[in-house]
């Protein structure tokens, strides 16, 4: 066999290999002309190459980030480096379906990018070679990942059975509202309530009536207040809502509020009508208190106060 034989046989070998390598390969020159277009391409994107050939990338696939995309192969052709993306930069290069588009966990592959510079004869970068990696399994598996931390986070902040903030979630942001006071001087005011006789309600109607009623009374505090202010369950029937830039006869507007929507409400379970009511403490954060704790027990001790006085109130701290 001749040298000639030698390197025919020797360039069909790579031109199998380049054609049927599971990634994609695109050779473009100076131009953004087309050279080479394999298989993988062929097959994700139903183009031929026949009908690609020494056409300009950009034209033919106007939907690329072009601007993006030009000044990467300008770079490679300039410095003679290698230039990547991954797809947290862009999910993806030129959109193609995923392997399984229908049983797969996405329509879109996800695409790494490395382009490389391809020298010719002249030691000078002629063309440049853009490979394209499906990504979508390790996108999806990291994505799935974040998700279940994002859950666990979120799990470990609220409480199981109302969806509110639990205590010690709810605790540090009362922290950090505290600690914000002094620099906004933007009064917040801190509610707390429980719901009045509950161990009768447990005793009379059983612990699931129990349960259905704190579910009620956290959906009324959620309708009650607004988006900004901070609600929580603090423990077994008691719950509490920091106010934000509310002041004390704000938060006393908002606790009667809610004091009503609650006695207003039945809470039918098994046939069974529940009555219930709360009482509910007030106190508004000021420049006398020297830490969060003591804000709580302002309006714990308001709470506290409403009960001896008869219970369903409210019953603004105030001092002495």
């Known amino acids: 066999m001749s040298a000639l034989d030698d390197d025919i046989s020797e360039m069909h070998l790579l ?15 100076r131009n953004y002309r087309i050279k080479i277009w394999n ?30 995309l030009q000044k990467k192969l300008d770079t490679v052709f300039l410095l003679n ?19 399984n588009p229908i049983t797969g966990r996405s329509e ?19 063309h440049v070679c853009l490979m394209l990696y499906d990504a979508t399994d390790a996108a999806l598996d990291e994505a799935a990942l974040q998700s279940a931390n994002e859950e666990l986070d979120r ?31 933007q009064a917040s005011t801190l509610v707390m309530f429980d719901i009045d006789h509950f161990k009768k309600v447990n005793d009379t109607y059983g612990h699931q009536a129990g349960d259905e009623v704190i579910r009620i009374t956290s959906a009324l505090l959620q309708e009650t207040k607004r988006e900004m202010d901070i609600a929580g369950r603090y423990g077994g029937e008691e719950f509490c809502v920091i106010l934000l830039d509310t002041d004390s006869q704000g938060g006393i507007v908002f606790a ?65």
Request: hydrophobic share 35%.
């Open 15 to 29: 031109l199998g290999i380049i054609h049927n390598v599971d990634v994609g390969l695109v050779v473009l020159d």
């Open 39 to 68: 298989h993988f391409m062929w097959n994700h994107s139903g183009i031929n190459p026949v009908t690609l050939t020494d056409k300009n990338l950009f034209e033919e696939f106007p939907e690329l980030p072009a601007q993006w």
């Open 81 to 99: 480096n290698r230039a990547f993306s991954s797809w947290q930069q862009r999910p993806y290069i030129i959109r193609f379906n995923s392997y």
């Open 108 to 126: 879109t592959m996800y695409q790494n990018m490395t382009i490389f510079p391809l020298t010719g004869i002249s030691g000078e970068v002629e």
């Open 155 to 185: 799990l470990g902040r609220t409480d199981g059975l109302t969806g509110l903030l639990n205590r010690r979630a709810w605790e540090n942001h009362l922290q950090t509202e505290f600690k914000r006071f002094p620099r906004s001087k």
């Open 256 to 320: 009667e509020r809610l004091r009503k929507a609650v006695e207003a409400t039945r809470v039918t379970y098994e046939g069974q009508e529940i009555r219930f009511c709360i009482s509910l403490g007030v106190a508004e954060v000021n420049k006398e208190l020297n830490h969060h704790t003591a804000w709580l027990e302002r309006a714990d001790k308001a709470l506290y106060q409403s009960k001896e006085d008869g219970r369903n109130r409210t019953t603004l701290h105030t001092p002495g």
